[in-house]
């Protein structure tokens, strides 16, 4: 089940990891970039020496040259004391510029390399794997998420390493030239690491949750905005804004949560010390008061003091931002983790290329041998030890009661699901044992639901054809895909086949999209050609001429159509009839009609269907209203 708000209590294997397990997992990512995250480290630790150095010189500088310039109105010594604290001033701000440098770029470039590795492994993922993720879910990550790990590299682990180094070694030095002072300042020090743990296990938490709910709020924007027309259609409008608003405010209180959690530490981390050098303050007085300590080293240890005071005030957001970065790889993960069922055979089968005139011209046997379907989730298989064989060159009506499988059937030949149980081969071949480039340069698909990029009208249909082929075959291939979808409206577009139409085709009406999506599915010239339904939104002449020129066009193509009007299943050559996950008869209209009862029964209610909707809408009315969307 993908990360949902909802399941960022229960516990993942992710949880388990410790921060350090999870983020070294970004090793092969930021490998190219750690001589210069390193670099950017040194010139970040140089500085915080060069500060921690300098009160060692103001001590000499107190205790030397300016108690003795002082008493012997020699200032020669102070001058060189200023000159070396503003070399050692200079020397700082050069390291951290110079650390800014080193790391800019590499953070970008790791982001940019890991934005990259997530989408290709996502347009690699199998339709399963996207029927069960938030599409909000998978934005946040690679766009929220990424650039947060981004902000962390180039600042966050540098400053948490630095932090700790000059903690450590300030510390050191503390108890070394401090004495007691110094013991003090190390006991202030064990509070602070108690609630920085403390706060880590429940700032990570809560991180989760909100990166969680960031998602869940994506999802509900993107579904409202491509579900905006029936939204407003049926006055939903103001439920979606409540739902919204639910979201909103449960990831505004979450972030309230974090933020609160995080000033609590800070609180603390700026209370704790000060009170430390409070107590070392009073014990100090007294040590030099009875002599058993200089001025400069009380002086040196209040400047080192104050040095590692920034640091320890800073280890809130530090951690913080480390938690957060820790989230963000773990979500990151979780998507890169996700394995491909449907990858490409070791030893693929020797199939020869298909190029696209011999596309059209050759083969396209397809069998479904004792085909056993059953979606991960679901309890029953939905297609039952189906058989049946789809002769080259004829065209399939496959019908059945909705719901009875013929969907999840279609999507078989081109693998977009793999069968739980038997065969489906594309001429003799088991599609499992060619590469996905094999079976898409065979079996092309148009769906009932048509997906638009938002591309020109030709970039969009010429989708599946190789940018290799020569520019006049293309256009070529364009010009007759369009004409036997009957998609001559596209001349009549502001800009022809360039033309740039929205965001899924938005702008074109749904029997324009239907046209396009079916134009695309047959520029490709596929041996076998998957028809999910995709007319429906064509009134019936215009499908019987889109069916007539497919068969000019694609003579030799074997084409397995869905059919959901009674004109479809007269159009094709045979008819199979899918009933309980098996395929119970194969033939002709009028010989199933006259043989077959659940065919009968079908085809009624298919007639039943169809003059309801044509009562309602009328024919022409849609189509008439398709030619004038853009016009
Ligand atoms: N991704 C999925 N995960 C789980 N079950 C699914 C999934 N897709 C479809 N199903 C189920 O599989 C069964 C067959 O669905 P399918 O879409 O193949 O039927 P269909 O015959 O094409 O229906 P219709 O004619 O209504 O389009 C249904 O019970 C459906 O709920």
Known sequence: MPPTADSSNRSDPSSERSTLASIRRLHPYVRTA????????????????????????????????????????????????????????????????????????????????????????????????????????????????????????????????????????????????????????????IPVTILAFRFSSKYRRISRLSQDQSGDLATTVEESVHGIRVLKAFGRGPAALDQFTDQAEGLRETEIRKATTDAGLTTALRVIPEVTQGIALVVGTYLVASGDMTLGTLVAFFATAQVINGPVVDLGMTLSMTLNARTAVDRFFEVMDTVNPLTDPAAPADVPAVTLGQAAHAGGHVAFRDVTFRYDDAARPVLDHVDLELPPGTTTALVGLTGSGKSTLAMLPPRLFDVTDGVVEVDGVDVRDMTRAQV??????????????????????????????????????????????????????????????????????????????????????????????????????????????????????????????PSTVALADRVAVLQGGRITAVGTHHDLLASDPHYRYIISSLEDDYEAHEHDHGPDQRDDQNEGALS
């Open 34 to 189: 750690l001589p210069r995250l390193v670099g950017g480290l040194v010139a970040s630790l140089g500085a915080s020496l060069m500060a921690l150095s300098i009160p060692a010189v103001l001590r000499w500088v107190t205790d030397g040259p300016l108690t003795e310039g002082v008493r012997e109105h020699d200032w020669s010594g102070l001058i060189w004391s200023v000159v070396l604290v503003a070399v050692l001033g200079a020397g700082e701000a050069g390291l951290i510029l110079l650390r800014r440098t080193l790391v800019m770029f590499p953070g970008t470039r790791v982001e940019a390399g890991m934005r990259m590795a997530l989408f290709r492994h996502l347009q690699d993922l199998p339709v399963a794997f996207h029927d069960r993720w938030p599409g909000g879910q998978l934005l946040s990550r690679i766009m929220g998420d990424l650039g947060l790990l981004r902000r962390w590299l180039v600042f966050g682990v540098l400053q948490l390493v630095v932090s700790f180094v000059t903690i450590v070694v300030g510390v050191g030095l503390l108890v070394a030239t401090g004495g007691w002072l110094g013991i003090i300042f190390l006991c202030g020090s």
């Open 440 to 565: 898409r340069e065979r079996v092309a698909v148009a769906f009932e639901d048509p997906t638009l990029f938002s591309a020109s009208v030709r970039d969009n249909v010429l989708l599946g054809v190789s940018d290799t082929l020569p520019a006049a075959e293309r256009e070529a291939l364009l010009t007759q895909a369009l004409e036997v979808a009957q998609a001559q409206f596209v001349a009549d577009l502001p800009d022809g086949a360039d033309t740039r139409i929205g965001e899924e085709g938005m702008s074109l009406s749904g029997g324009q999209r239907q046209r396009l999506a079916l134009a695309r599915a047959i520029a490709a010239r596929p041996r076998v050609l998957v028809l999910d339904d995709p007319l429906s939104a064509l009134d019936v002449t215009t499908e019987e001429a889109v069916t007539a020129r497919l068969r000019d066009v694609l003579v030799a193509t074997t084409t397995l159509v869905i059919a959901h009007r």
